[in-house]
């Protein structure tokens, strides 16, 4: 009874910050694979960024930019100088013995 809700999506300006948080239901444990990916309309779902046993590892497109963290039952993203190319809705992810996947929050980057 896994349950991944996103939030802090919304509107920004190109350079502009935004944090998103997801909130897991259940334990979350160290070695629990958390995720952030996204998806622009029309376009196939991609990876951003992930972190397991506090390691993170990021996409090229956002390193250096984003930084993601996980306290207790919450694995946020820090998103810093967005780009309009960032739009997309973005999902959470949590990887166990199988997916589990938020219902994505939009985050719309103007130019």
């Known amino acids: 009874q896994v349950q991944l809700v996103e939030s802090g999506g919304g509107f920004v300006q190109a350079g502009g910050p935004l944090r998103l948080s997801c909130v897991v239901s259940g334990s979350i444990f160290s070695f629990d694979v958390m995720g952030w990916y996204r998806q622009a309309a029309g376009k196939q779902r991609e990876f951003v960024a992930s972190?397991?046993?506090?390691v993170a590892n990021y996409a090229e497109s956002v390193r250096g930019r984003f930084t993601i963290s996980r306290d207790k039952n919450t694995a946020c993203l820090q998103m810093n100088s967005l780009k309009p190319e960032d739009t997309a809705v973005y999902y959470c992810?949590?990887?166990?013995?199988?997916?589990?996947w938020g219902r994505g929050t939009q985050v719309t980057v103007s130019s």
């Open positions: 992810k949590l990887k166990r013995f199988s997916d589990y």
């Open positions: 972190i397991t046993s506090g």
